[in-house]
């Protein structure tokens, strides 16, 4: 087995069906009727670890909101 640096990780395809790959730091998304822990939320945590982006959910009276912090 030959470890390699530099290779690129794939896109994620939850992130495709997201707006979480094109969001600029300081932007956020309302998620309608969606729960902390929902899909929009998996889909925003695990983009973060693989674009070494952070986000920030927090609910609101009528579902989420997911902020791009760094």
Sequence with gaps: MK???DVPLPDSSRARKY????MEV???VLFEDEEVN???YRAAMS???RHHQKY???RED???RIW???
């Design 56 to 58: 920030v959910a927090r």
């Design 38 to 40: 929902g899909r929009a």
């Design 68 to 70: 791009r912090a760094e």
């Design 62 to 64: 009528n579902g989420i």
């Design 26 to 28: 300081g932007q956020s």
């Design 47 to 49: 983009t973060g670890r």
């Design 3 to 5: 470890i390699e640096t």
């Design 19 to 22: 707006p979480f790959l094109e």
